[in-house]
């Protein structure tokens, strides 16, 4: 896949993504706390349906899915224990694009979401058409697109990764001399790049949380705190990045938080990660990594407001009634699926050859 002609790049001019406020759900007394975690338990045993929660959702949705046999995980282990699990009904707490990947992976199933708005400043920033003129602009160039985007997008590629093997699955293609057309996020494609030497355009797009931590007020709390190791997730910016201990996906970073002997962490991403390197490694201590919301008014606050849409609330209410199905006509699912089984089985053939995946530790 190579071209002798010289082009000039040029880079689309994505959609202004609007960021929703954080949602406020009524708060809960006790009693009514256990009260509802005991109706779910029952809807999903009588639904025979399994709770698949991410790190970055409410700490009460990570709890309950471990609690009932499901699980709590980052995208790429999300999808896979789908595709494992026996049950009918897959009720998936996260945002939109990890709802559609558990239905394109398991198309027989259903597959239920607390709310179908919940999205991802990620996938509104890469829609479909804009997307797929820039893919037809550079037919010479690998199309690898990151696990938050839509199915047609996923479709429309030759790779899916998530932030936990972009690295490997990369500097394989690199290997073999292709050039990659990256989407959507820029910062981890840059991050990608720089790690791997690989030949790679970008598709303009951000995290509306990743992009509001800062460099210089975390150099200022890294003075404060010298003995703390800086974790950063790869869709940071570069300034964020670079001082960063540990680079690497939710999983790595929470791995890091557990085998580290740091006693102190300062943490860049989003802050529901907390629940789980709490539970791994109880006396730690865990500090917020400051945001843009430092003598400004952040967006996110290191809190992704879609992430925020699911809560023990509007999940009773989906699996009473059955609502918030999420559909991918088989025809796209089949189509989407290609790139992600790409992923999955690259995935498979490292752990099997026992290869780390997917964490940058500097030093
Ligand atoms: S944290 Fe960022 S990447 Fe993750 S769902 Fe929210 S907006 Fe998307």
Redesign the pocket.
């Known amino acids: 896949m190579t071209t002798n002609s010289k082009k000039t790049l040029i880079i689309p001019s994505i959609p202004q993504v609007i960021v929703p406020p954080h949602p406020q759900w009524p708060p809960l007394s006790a009693a009514e706390f256990w009260a509802l975690k005991e109706r779910i338990k029952t809807l999903l045993k009588r639904q025979n349906a399994v709770l698949v929660a991410h790190y ?1 959702t409410d700490g009460a949705l990570q709890d309950l899915a471990e609690e009932t046999g499901g699980c709590v995980a980052d995208s790429l282990e999300m999808a896979r224990f789908g595709t494992t699990h026996p049950a009918e009904t897959l009720v998936v707490a ?2 939109r694009f990890m709802g559609e990947t558990s239905k394109i992976l398991n198309n027989e199933k259903r597959v239920l979401m607390p709310d179908l708005g919940a999205t ?4 509104e920033g890469c829609p479909y058409a804009l997307f797929a003129s820039f893919c037809d602009q550079h037919p010479n160039h690998t199309v690898v697109v990151y696990a ?1 985007t839509s199915a047609e997008v996923k479709a429309r590629s030759d790779w899916v990764v998530t932030s936990g093997i972009a690295l490997p699955i990369v500097r394989h293609l690199a290997d073999q001399g292709e050039k990659i057309l990256w989407a959507p ?1 820029k910062h981890l494609g840059h991050y990608v790049q720089k790690q791997t030497g690989a030949e790679m355009i970008f598709w303009p797009g951000s ?4 992009e509001e931590f800062r460099a210089v007020a975390l150099e200022r709390l890294r003075k404060l705190h010298p003995n703390a190791a800086i974790l950063v997730h790869p ?1 940071s910016p570069e300034a964020v990045i670079a001082q960063a201990d540990v680079v690497g996906s939710t999983t790595a970073l929470i791995n890091a938080v557990s085998t580290l002997p740091n006693m102190e962490f300062i943490v860049a991403t ?1 802050k529901g990660i907390f629940n789980k390197m709490r539970q791994v490694a109880p006396g730690k201590i865990l500090l917020e990594a400051p945001t843009v919301g430092e003598g400004a008014t952040c967006q ?1 606050c290191a809190n ?1 407001p ?2 925020g849409m699911n809560s023990l609330h509007n999940l009773v209410d989906v699996l009473e009634t059955g609502k918030n199905e999420i559909l991918v006509s088989p025809e796209l699912a089949g189509k989407a699926k290609i790139p992600i089984r790409r992923m999955l089985d690259f995935a498979a053939r490292m752990k099997k050859q026992q290869i780390s995946v997917g964490v940058g530790q500097k030093g």
Do not use: R
């Not at 995290?207 to 990743?210: A, I, L």
């Open positions: 970055y996260g945002v991802c400043s990620l996938d938050n996020d995290c509306v949380v990743h869709e989003d996110s992704c879609w992430m």
